[in-house]
């Protein structure tokens, strides 16, 4: 993955949408992982669940095929960082990634125009 963009803060081109999913896209950003890690990109974004109240997301994506992976922000602030619950916390901050995947790499492509991503 070649790094083709700069951080994208704040994204402009607000709503994208892909296959049956429309998110409000807040910022992009290419984290190259080091020397020895494998690159991906953060997307910030809003998205409206079936209650319709938007919740604050972070994606992570990286170039191979149903690598993504999302998280609420405002859980992951509060320390909520599991899928399932325990002593701590309730869980259930775990976000099927391959519904998002394509929506997240359309906002990729249109901040970055990375070819992969378009």
């Known amino acids: 993955m070649a790094n083709t963009c700069a951080t994208h803060w704040p994204f402009d081109e607000g709503t994208i949408s892909a296959a049956d999913m429309t998110i409000l896209v807040e910022g992009v950003d290419y984290h190259r992982n ?65 519904p998002f995947a394509p929506v997240l790499r359309r906002a990729i492509a249109q901040a970055t125009g990375y070819a992969p991503f378009q």
Do not use: C, S, T
Not at 43 to 61: C, N, T, Y
């Open 34 to 98: 080091g020397v020895g890690g494998e690159p991906f990109y953060v997307v910030a974004f809003r998205w409206a669940e079936q209650d319709g109240e938007p919740r604050a997301m972070l994606g992570i994506v990286f170039e191979a095929r149903n690598h993504v992976a999302v998280l609420d922000r405002e859980q992951a602030r509060l320390g909520n960082i599991f899928m399932h619950p325990n002593d701590q916390h309730a869980g259930g901050n775990a976000w099927r990634g391959d």
